[in-house]
């Protein structure tokens, strides 16, 4: 089952602009982590935020939480071609803090047109 | 240092036959765990391995399979292979004393099942 869903599933926006995508969950967590997957490859991992934390930043990443409405959201700033991926949110599935079951949305996937 | 290698990159197995999938690890990572990745599904959490030992398993029949050994690589298997295990198998590994559950994923293995 998924704990995270995504919104939108689908996003295509032009090179300077600003992309945010939106991941709701149903359980209660330690943290939530986002993470990239350019297309057919691995995942990397952008950015995780502890559920005692709000706002977050990572160069043109900012990461927001909301644990009252179960919901986080990832803001890309001045976007790039380079951004053009799919970009999943994901949670801990047994409210574990060091494990590596994680439950992953089904993902936002970003185009950037140059 | 060298990130999570998954050998092999691409394979083709035909109905009931078993594939066996490889995984080394981040060194010094002793957590080791697999996903699946499909267009349907999405990325479901397969197991995770720490120390030799299983520490977490997803939902998935007893055809999957998997084992890490002393020097944290791993492996898994899946037996009579059916039309829906093709998919790209992602590994990930995570080092236990992060205090976070942040996983760093190699490039996958794409199975075809025909």
């Known amino acids: 089952s998924q704990q995270g869903e995504e919104d939108p599933q689908a996003l295509s926006i032009q090179e300077g602009e600003n992309a945010t995508m939106n991941c709701s969950y149903k359980t209660s967590i330690n943290n939530l982590q986002w993470y990239r997957q350019n297309s057919g490859r691995g995942l990397v991992h952008l950015i995780l935020?502890?559920?005692?934390?709000r706002e977050k930043h990572s160069g043109r990443l900012r990461v927001t939480l909301d644990t009252s409405k179960k919901s986080s959201s990832l803001l890309i700033t001045a976007s790039r071609a380079a951004d053009t991926a799919s970009y999943f949110c994901?949670?801990?599935?047994?409210?574990?803090?060091?494990?590596?079951?994680?439950?992953f949305g089904q993902g936002t996937t970003l185009q950037v047109k140059p | 240092k060298a990130g999570v290698t998954q050998t092999p990159r691409y394979l083709i197995k035909t109905r009931g036959q078993q594939v066996t999938l490889s995984c080394s690890p981040i060194?010094?990572?002793?957590?080791v765990s697999w996903y699946q990745q499909t267009p349907g599904q999405g990325l479901q959490f397969l197991f995770e391995?720490?120390?030799?030992?299983?520490?977490n398993k997803g939902n998935f029949p007893g055809r999957f399979s998997g084992r890490q050994f002393s020097n944290s690589r791993s492996e898994m298997n899946v037996s009579t292979l059916e039309l829906g295990d093709s998919a790209l198998y992602l590994c990930?590994?995570?080092?236990?004393?992060?205090?976070?559950?942040?996983?760093?994923f190699g490039a996958g293995s794409r199975l075809t099942v025909l």
């Open positions: 060194s010094g990572h002793r957590s």
């Open positions: 391995y720490f120390s030799e030992t299983q520490r």
């Open positions: 935020i502890r559920s005692n934390e």
């Open positions: 994901a949670t801990l599935g047994d409210g574990s803090s060091n494990t590596g079951k994680l439950i």
């Open positions: 990930a590994s995570s080092s236990s004393t992060s205090g976070a559950n942040v996983l760093t």
